[in-house]
Protein backbone atom coordinates (compact mmCIF):
# COMPACT_ATOMS: atom_id res chain seq x y z
CA UNK A 1 0.00 0.00 0.00
CA UNK A 2 1.53 3.38 -0.75
CA UNK A 3 2.24 5.58 2.15
CA UNK A 4 1.43 8.70 3.44
CA UNK A 5 4.33 11.59 2.96
CA UNK A 6 5.49 13.24 6.07
CA UNK A 7 5.71 16.70 5.08
CA UNK A 8 3.90 19.20 7.47
CA UNK A 9 5.97 20.90 9.94
CA UNK A 10 4.83 23.15 13.06
CA UNK A 11 4.25 26.22 11.53
CA UNK A 12 2.44 24.91 8.84
CA UNK A 13 0.34 22.39 11.43
CA UNK A 14 -0.08 25.08 13.48
CA UNK A 15 -1.34 27.85 10.36
CA UNK A 16 -3.84 24.73 9.53
CA UNK A 17 -5.21 24.58 13.10
CA UNK A 18 -5.54 28.25 12.90
CA UNK A 19 -7.59 28.33 9.75
CA UNK A 20 -9.89 25.88 10.45
CA UNK A 21 -10.52 27.83 14.40
CA UNK A 22 -11.53 31.05 12.46
CA UNK A 23 -14.08 29.84 10.00
CA UNK A 24 -17.24 32.30 9.80
CA UNK A 25 -18.60 32.10 12.71
CA UNK A 26 -16.72 34.89 14.18
CA UNK A 27 -18.35 37.10 12.16
CA UNK A 28 -21.39 36.53 12.91
CA UNK A 29 -21.42 35.42 16.64
CA UNK A 30 -20.22 38.82 18.54
CA UNK A 31 -23.56 40.02 18.57
CA UNK A 32 -25.48 36.73 19.47
CA UNK A 33 -22.99 36.93 22.27
CA UNK A 34 -23.43 40.51 23.45
CA UNK A 35 -27.38 40.35 22.76
CA UNK A 36 -27.53 37.47 25.49
CA UNK A 37 -24.88 38.14 27.74
CA UNK A 38 -24.53 42.21 27.27
CA UNK A 39 -20.85 43.87 28.00
CA UNK A 40 -20.38 40.74 29.92
CA UNK A 41 -20.28 38.85 26.08
CA UNK A 42 -16.26 38.93 26.69
CA UNK A 43 -16.66 36.23 29.64
CA UNK A 44 -17.74 33.86 27.87
CA UNK A 45 -14.94 33.70 25.00
CA UNK A 46 -13.01 33.95 27.76
CA UNK A 47 -14.47 30.75 29.78
CA UNK A 48 -14.70 28.80 26.73
CA UNK A 49 -10.86 29.39 25.92
CA UNK A 50 -9.94 28.38 29.09
CA UNK A 51 -12.56 25.08 28.71
CA UNK A 52 -11.21 24.21 25.71
CA UNK A 53 -7.61 24.75 27.21
CA UNK A 54 -8.12 21.98 29.33
CA UNK A 55 -9.26 19.76 26.56
CA UNK A 56 -6.26 21.07 24.18
CA UNK A 57 -3.90 20.16 26.94
CA UNK A 58 -5.05 16.48 26.83
CA UNK A 59 -4.52 16.31 23.21
CA UNK A 60 -1.17 17.76 23.36
CA UNK A 61 -0.25 15.21 26.17
CA UNK A 62 -2.00 12.25 24.17
CA UNK A 63 -0.67 14.03 20.58
CA UNK A 64 2.77 13.42 22.58
CA UNK A 65 2.31 9.80 22.85
CA UNK A 66 0.41 8.26 20.00
CA UNK A 67 1.62 9.41 16.90
CA UNK A 68 -0.32 7.00 14.49
CA UNK A 69 -2.53 9.03 11.90
CA UNK A 70 -6.05 9.79 12.56
CA UNK A 71 -5.34 12.16 15.26
CA UNK A 72 -8.27 12.10 18.21
CA UNK A 73 -9.38 8.75 16.85
CA UNK A 74 -5.68 7.13 17.57
CA UNK A 75 -5.53 8.60 20.64
CA UNK A 76 -8.93 6.92 21.72
CA UNK A 77 -8.63 3.43 20.28
CA UNK A 78 -4.68 3.38 21.70
CA UNK A 79 -6.57 4.26 25.30
CA UNK A 80 -9.63 2.45 25.18
CA UNK A 81 -9.31 -0.08 21.76
CA UNK A 82 -11.77 -0.37 18.89
CA UNK A 83 -14.95 0.59 19.82
CA UNK A 84 -14.03 3.85 21.86
CA UNK A 85 -11.57 4.66 18.40
CA UNK A 86 -14.33 3.93 16.13
CA UNK A 87 -16.58 6.31 18.11
CA UNK A 88 -14.21 9.15 18.05
CA UNK A 89 -13.28 8.51 14.64
CA UNK A 90 -17.05 8.59 13.00
CA UNK A 91 -17.32 11.80 15.82
CA UNK A 92 -14.54 13.12 14.01
CA UNK A 93 -15.63 13.41 10.52
CA UNK A 94 -19.30 13.92 11.00
CA UNK A 95 -20.47 16.01 13.54
CA UNK A 96 -16.94 18.29 14.30
CA UNK A 97 -16.35 17.90 10.35
CA UNK A 98 -18.76 16.80 7.90
CA UNK A 99 -21.59 19.00 9.44
CA UNK A 100 -19.43 22.14 11.02
CA UNK A 101 -18.16 22.53 7.23
CA UNK A 102 -21.27 22.68 6.14
CA UNK A 103 -22.82 25.24 8.62
CA UNK A 104 -20.03 27.48 7.48
CA UNK A 105 -19.99 26.50 3.89
CA UNK A 106 -24.24 27.74 4.82
CA UNK A 107 -22.40 31.26 5.98
CA UNK A 108 -20.35 31.76 2.33
CA UNK A 109 -23.26 31.19 0.53
CA UNK A 110 -25.46 33.98 2.85
CA UNK A 111 -22.09 36.37 3.08
CA UNK A 112 -21.45 36.02 -0.83
CA UNK A 113 -24.62 36.53 -1.71
CA UNK A 114 -23.88 40.37 0.03
CA UNK A 115 -21.97 40.92 -3.17
CA UNK A 116 -23.67 38.64 -5.72
CA UNK A 117 -27.67 38.24 -4.36
CA UNK A 118 -27.98 35.16 -6.79
CA UNK A 119 -25.62 32.99 -4.33
CA UNK A 120 -27.85 33.25 -1.67
CA UNK A 121 -31.20 31.60 -3.16
CA UNK A 122 -31.94 28.77 -5.75
CA UNK A 123 -29.18 27.44 -8.25
CA UNK A 124 -27.10 29.92 -7.48
CA UNK A 125 -26.41 29.00 -3.68
CA UNK A 126 -26.19 25.18 -5.20
CA UNK A 127 -23.45 26.18 -7.75
CA UNK A 128 -21.57 28.54 -5.38
CA UNK A 129 -21.70 25.11 -2.18
CA UNK A 130 -20.98 22.47 -5.47
CA UNK A 131 -17.92 24.89 -6.81
CA UNK A 132 -16.18 25.40 -3.28
CA UNK A 133 -16.02 22.15 -2.70
CA UNK A 134 -14.88 20.68 -6.15
CA UNK A 135 -11.94 23.09 -6.13
CA UNK A 136 -10.95 22.16 -2.65
CA UNK A 137 -11.47 18.47 -3.18
CA UNK A 138 -9.35 18.49 -6.33
CA UNK A 139 -6.61 20.66 -4.94
CA UNK A 140 -5.83 18.00 -1.84
CA UNK A 141 -6.12 15.39 -4.08
CA UNK A 142 -3.25 16.70 -5.90
CA UNK A 143 -1.04 16.55 -3.01
CA UNK A 144 -0.79 17.41 0.91
CA UNK A 145 1.76 20.40 -0.43
CA UNK A 146 -0.45 22.20 -2.24
CA UNK A 147 -3.20 22.11 0.59
CA UNK A 148 -0.75 23.34 2.97
CA UNK A 149 0.09 26.36 0.80
CA UNK A 150 -3.33 27.29 0.05
CA UNK A 151 -4.10 26.59 3.58
CA UNK A 152 -1.04 29.04 4.87
CA UNK A 153 -2.17 31.97 1.85
CA UNK A 154 -5.63 31.94 3.58
CA UNK A 155 -4.77 32.10 7.16
CA UNK A 156 -2.23 34.99 6.74
CA UNK A 157 -4.94 37.10 4.54
CA UNK A 158 -7.84 36.90 6.69
CA UNK A 159 -6.24 37.48 9.76
CA UNK A 160 -4.28 40.29 9.04
CA UNK A 161 -7.77 42.82 8.61
CA UNK A 162 -8.67 41.21 12.15
CA UNK A 163 -6.11 41.90 13.82
CA UNK A 164 -6.34 45.64 12.91
CA UNK A 165 -9.71 45.60 13.70
CA UNK A 166 -8.02 44.84 17.63
CA UNK A 167 -5.40 47.70 17.17
CA UNK A 168 -7.30 50.26 15.71
CA UNK A 169 -10.34 49.42 17.52
CA UNK A 170 -8.97 49.81 20.81
CA UNK A 171 -8.41 53.81 20.51
CA UNK A 172 -12.27 53.73 19.37
CA UNK A 173 -13.93 52.34 22.32
CA UNK A 174 -16.26 54.15 24.56
CA UNK A 175 -15.19 52.81 27.85
CA UNK A 176 -19.25 53.22 28.88
CA UNK A 177 -20.09 50.57 26.10
CA UNK A 178 -17.91 48.06 28.40
CA UNK A 179 -20.02 48.47 31.86
CA UNK A 180 -21.82 45.61 32.89
CA UNK A 181 -25.51 46.29 33.58
CA UNK A 182 -26.24 42.64 34.90
CA UNK A 183 -24.58 39.71 35.61
CA UNK A 184 -25.39 36.67 33.48
CA UNK A 185 -27.10 33.71 34.47
CA UNK A 186 -24.96 30.88 34.28
CA UNK A 187 -28.07 29.22 32.22
CA UNK A 188 -27.50 31.49 29.65
CA UNK A 189 -23.49 32.11 30.24
CA UNK A 190 -23.52 28.06 29.76
CA UNK A 191 -25.76 28.23 26.44
CA UNK A 192 -23.56 30.89 25.06
CA UNK A 193 -20.21 28.58 25.95
CA UNK A 194 -21.51 25.73 24.08
CA UNK A 195 -22.21 28.08 20.80
CA UNK A 196 -18.59 29.25 21.13
CA UNK A 197 -17.38 25.85 21.29
CA UNK A 198 -18.33 25.84 17.42
CA UNK A 199 -16.35 29.16 16.88
CA UNK A 200 -13.22 27.77 19.01
CA UNK A 201 -13.18 23.80 17.65
CA UNK A 202 -10.50 23.42 14.99
CA UNK A 203 -7.05 22.05 16.61
CA UNK A 204 -8.46 18.19 16.57
CA UNK A 205 -9.58 18.41 13.30
CA UNK A 206 -5.93 19.96 12.35
CA UNK A 207 -4.12 16.76 14.19
CA UNK A 208 -5.90 14.04 11.98
CA UNK A 209 -2.83 14.84 8.94
CA UNK A 210 -0.79 13.69 11.94
CA UNK A 211 0.00 11.21 9.24
CA UNK A 212 1.71 13.38 7.12
CA UNK A 213 3.58 15.54 9.92
CA UNK A 214 7.44 15.55 10.51
CA UNK A 215 8.19 14.40 14.07
CA UNK A 216 4.28 14.36 15.28
CA UNK A 217 5.31 13.96 18.88
CA UNK A 218 6.66 17.42 18.94
CA UNK A 219 5.10 19.17 16.56
CA UNK A 220 1.16 18.07 17.55
CA UNK A 221 1.30 19.50 20.88
CA UNK A 222 3.06 22.13 19.94
CA UNK A 223 0.87 23.17 17.49
CA UNK A 224 -2.28 22.56 19.24
CA UNK A 225 -1.20 25.13 21.88
CA UNK A 226 -0.19 27.68 19.58
CA UNK A 227 -2.84 27.89 17.64
CA UNK A 228 -5.65 28.20 20.80
CA UNK A 229 -3.46 30.72 22.35
CA UNK A 230 -3.10 32.88 19.60
CA UNK A 231 -7.05 32.38 18.86
CA UNK A 232 -8.32 33.17 22.47
CA UNK A 233 -6.47 36.61 22.35
CA UNK A 234 -7.62 37.49 19.10
CA UNK A 235 -11.44 36.48 19.96
CA UNK A 236 -11.11 38.29 22.97
CA UNK A 237 -10.13 41.60 21.59
CA UNK A 238 -12.47 41.12 18.65
CA UNK A 239 -15.39 40.85 21.13
CA UNK A 240 -14.22 43.63 23.69
CA UNK A 241 -13.48 46.26 20.52
CA UNK A 242 -17.26 45.44 18.94
CA UNK A 243 -18.75 46.08 22.69
CA UNK A 244 -16.45 48.93 23.39
CA UNK A 245 -17.40 50.60 19.89
CA UNK A 246 -20.50 49.85 19.07
CA UNK A 247 -22.29 49.57 22.38
CA UNK A 248 -25.57 48.88 22.97
CA UNK A 249 -26.30 48.85 18.90
CA UNK A 250 -24.37 45.66 19.09
CA UNK A 251 -27.15 43.23 19.03
CA UNK A 252 -28.97 44.48 16.71
CA UNK A 253 -26.20 43.74 13.47
CA UNK A 254 -26.31 40.38 13.76
CA UNK A 255 -26.02 40.00 10.03
CA UNK A 256 -22.07 41.80 10.61
CA UNK A 257 -21.19 42.90 13.35
CA UNK A 258 -17.50 43.33 12.73
CA UNK A 259 -18.08 44.67 9.40
CA UNK A 260 -20.24 47.08 11.13
CA UNK A 261 -17.42 47.61 14.26
CA UNK A 262 -14.52 48.46 11.12
CA UNK A 263 -17.11 50.83 9.88
CA UNK A 264 -17.44 52.70 12.84
CA UNK A 265 -13.28 52.73 13.36
CA UNK A 266 -12.67 53.76 9.88
CA UNK A 267 -15.41 54.33 7.59
CA UNK A 268 -17.56 52.24 4.83
CA UNK A 269 -14.31 50.88 3.37
CA UNK A 270 -13.79 48.90 6.44
CA UNK A 271 -17.28 47.16 6.12
CA UNK A 272 -16.43 46.33 2.35
CA UNK A 273 -12.83 45.00 3.58
CA UNK A 274 -14.75 42.88 6.05
CA UNK A 275 -17.08 41.53 3.88
CA UNK A 276 -14.24 40.21 1.42
CA UNK A 277 -11.93 38.91 4.48
CA UNK A 278 -15.09 37.07 5.63
CA UNK A 279 -15.38 35.20 2.70
CA UNK A 280 -11.37 34.69 2.33
CA UNK A 281 -11.77 33.20 6.02
CA UNK A 282 -14.50 31.01 5.39
CA UNK A 283 -12.31 29.89 2.40
CA UNK A 284 -9.54 29.20 4.60
CA UNK A 285 -11.41 27.24 6.83
CA UNK A 286 -13.27 24.99 3.93
CA UNK A 287 -9.60 24.81 2.48
CA UNK A 288 -7.80 23.94 5.84
CA UNK A 289 -11.34 21.31 6.70
CA UNK A 290 -11.08 19.39 3.22
CA UNK A 291 -7.23 19.00 3.62
CA UNK A 292 -7.64 17.30 7.44
CA UNK A 293 -11.05 16.06 8.14
CA UNK A 294 -10.44 13.56 5.46
CA UNK A 295 -7.86 11.77 7.21
CA UNK A 296 -10.10 10.55 9.71
CA UNK A 297 -11.99 8.29 7.21
CA UNK A 298 -8.86 7.27 5.45
CA UNK A 299 -7.52 6.14 9.19
CA UNK A 300 -10.58 4.74 9.71
CA UNK A 301 -10.70 2.61 6.60
CA UNK A 302 -7.20 1.66 7.44
CA UNK A 303 -8.19 -0.34 10.52
CA UNK A 304 -10.67 -2.08 8.97
CA UNK A 305 -13.64 0.14 10.45
CA UNK A 306 -14.94 1.66 7.02
CA UNK A 307 -14.61 0.37 3.83
CA UNK A 308 -11.06 -0.63 2.76
CA UNK A 309 -11.89 1.55 -0.26
CA UNK A 310 -11.69 4.80 1.17
CA UNK A 311 -7.90 4.01 2.64
CA UNK A 312 -7.01 4.19 -0.76
CA UNK A 313 -3.69 6.26 -1.54
CA UNK A 314 -3.15 8.06 -4.85
CA UNK A 315 0.20 6.15 -6.51
CA UNK A 316 1.62 9.55 -7.51
CA UNK A 317 -0.07 12.03 -5.10
CA UNK A 318 0.41 10.19 -2.38
CA UNK A 319 -2.72 11.74 -0.97
CA UNK A 320 -6.06 9.78 0.26
CA UNK A 321 -7.97 10.75 -2.75
CA UNK A 322 -10.52 8.23 -1.94
CA UNK A 323 -11.64 9.62 1.29
CA UNK A 324 -11.21 13.73 0.17
CA UNK A 325 -13.78 12.94 -2.41
CA UNK A 326 -16.27 11.14 -0.31
CA UNK A 327 -16.10 13.82 2.54
CA UNK A 328 -16.24 16.77 0.13
CA UNK A 329 -19.29 14.90 -1.60
CA UNK A 330 -21.09 14.24 1.79
CA UNK A 331 -20.39 17.81 3.23
CA UNK A 332 -21.95 18.98 -0.22
CA UNK A 333 -25.15 17.04 0.36
CA UNK A 334 -25.32 18.10 4.10
CA UNK A 335 -24.49 22.24 2.95
CA UNK A 336 -27.56 22.26 0.78
CA UNK A 337 -29.83 20.51 3.17
CA UNK A 338 -29.21 22.48 6.36
CA UNK A 339 -28.96 25.90 8.47
CA UNK A 340 -26.20 27.26 10.02
CA UNK A 341 -27.64 27.72 12.85
CA UNK A 342 -29.07 24.08 13.14
CA UNK A 343 -25.68 22.58 11.79
CA UNK A 344 -23.81 24.68 14.21
CA UNK A 345 -25.57 23.36 17.37
CA UNK A 346 -25.46 19.75 16.28
CA UNK A 347 -22.09 19.49 15.91
CA UNK A 348 -20.63 21.82 18.66
CA UNK A 349 -22.74 18.99 20.54
CA UNK A 350 -20.98 16.15 19.43
CA UNK A 351 -17.61 17.32 19.24
CA UNK A 352 -17.73 18.16 23.34
CA UNK A 353 -19.12 14.20 23.22
CA UNK A 354 -15.76 13.63 21.32
CA UNK A 355 -13.54 15.44 23.00
CA UNK A 356 -14.83 13.81 27.14
CA UNK A 357 -13.74 10.54 25.59
CA UNK A 358 -10.34 11.77 24.39
CA UNK A 359 -9.66 13.66 27.58
CA UNK A 360 -10.53 10.46 29.37
CA UNK A 361 -8.05 8.67 27.00
CA UNK A 362 -4.97 11.38 27.44
CA UNK A 363 -5.41 9.98 31.27
CA UNK A 364 -4.91 6.23 30.60
CA UNK A 365 -2.32 6.99 28.06
CA UNK A 366 -0.63 8.59 30.99
CA UNK A 367 -1.27 6.01 33.24
CA UNK A 368 0.14 3.45 31.24
CA UNK A 369 3.34 5.80 29.82
CA UNK A 370 2.51 4.73 26.50
CA UNK A 371 5.63 6.67 24.71
CA UNK A 372 6.48 7.73 21.00
CA UNK A 373 10.01 8.16 19.79
CA UNK A 374 10.62 10.89 22.05
CA UNK A 375 9.81 12.42 25.89
CA UNK A 376 5.99 13.03 26.51
CA UNK A 377 4.61 15.65 27.48
CA UNK A 378 3.71 14.96 31.47
CA UNK A 379 0.36 16.58 32.47
CA UNK A 380 0.64 18.94 35.49
CA UNK A 381 -1.04 17.32 38.65
CA UNK A 382 -1.21 13.93 36.66
CA UNK A 383 -4.78 13.30 36.00
CA UNK A 384 -5.91 16.50 37.34
CA UNK A 385 -6.16 18.27 34.27
CA UNK A 386 -8.14 15.61 32.08
CA UNK A 387 -10.44 15.00 35.28
CA UNK A 388 -11.19 18.77 35.08
CA UNK A 389 -11.63 18.79 31.41
CA UNK A 390 -14.28 16.27 31.84
CA UNK A 391 -15.97 17.81 34.42
CA UNK A 392 -16.77 20.70 32.07
CA UNK A 393 -17.68 19.46 29.26
CA UNK A 394 -20.26 17.35 31.19
CA UNK A 395 -21.65 20.37 33.14
CA UNK A 396 -21.80 22.32 29.58
CA UNK A 397 -23.63 19.47 27.69
CA UNK A 398 -25.94 19.57 31.10
CA UNK A 399 -27.27 22.86 29.21
CA UNK A 400 -28.74 21.81 26.47
CA UNK A 401 -32.51 21.45 25.74
CA UNK A 402 -33.81 18.10 25.50
CA UNK A 403 -33.75 18.44 21.79
CA UNK A 404 -30.20 18.89 21.51
CA UNK A 405 -29.87 16.22 24.26
CA UNK A 406 -31.76 13.53 22.34
CA UNK A 407 -30.35 14.45 18.91
CA UNK A 408 -26.86 14.53 20.51
CA UNK A 409 -27.60 11.25 21.95
CA UNK A 410 -28.61 9.56 18.58
CA UNK A 411 -25.67 11.15 16.66
CA UNK A 412 -23.50 8.54 19.70
CA UNK A 413 -26.13 5.76 18.70
CA UNK A 414 -25.05 6.29 14.98
CA UNK A 415 -21.61 6.78 15.57
CA UNK A 416 -21.21 3.65 16.87
CA UNK A 417 -22.83 1.76 13.88
CA UNK A 418 -20.04 1.32 11.90
CA UNK A 419 -18.14 -0.27 14.45
CA UNK A 420 -20.60 -2.84 15.20
CA UNK A 421 -21.39 -3.53 11.85
CA UNK A 422 -17.63 -4.78 11.33
CA UNK A 423 -17.91 -6.50 14.41
CA UNK A 424 -20.55 -8.93 13.35
CA UNK A 425 -18.46 -9.37 10.48
CA UNK A 426 -15.36 -10.60 12.35
CA UNK A 427 -14.00 -7.61 14.28
CA UNK A 428 -11.85 -4.30 13.17
CA UNK A 429 -8.03 -4.32 13.50
CA UNK A 430 -6.33 -2.11 15.91
CA UNK A 431 -3.87 0.43 14.77
Request: positive net charge; hydrophobic residues 55%; proline residues 5%.
Amino acid sequence: MTALERVIGVRALTLNAINIIVGASIFAVPAIVAGELGAAGWLAFLLCGLGMGLAMFCFAAAGSRVTAEGGLYAYAERAFGPFAGSLVGVMLWFPNGALATSAVCNLFADTLGQVWPAAAVGGGRVLSILLVYLVFATINVLGVKPGVRVSELLTAVKLTPLVLIVVLGMFAIHPANLRWTRMPSLAALGQMIILLNFTFQGSEGAITTSGEVRDPARAVPRSILLSLGSVTLLYLGLQVVAQGVLGAELPRHTAAPLAETAAAIVGDWGRRTIVVTALISILGYLAADTLSTPRAIYAQARGGLLPAGLAAVHPRFRTPYAAVITYALMATALALSGTFRTLAILSAAGSLTMYLIVCAAAAVLDRRDVRADREPIRLPGGVLIPILACVVIVALLSTLGRRELLATLLMVVIASLPYWIVRLRGGPRSL
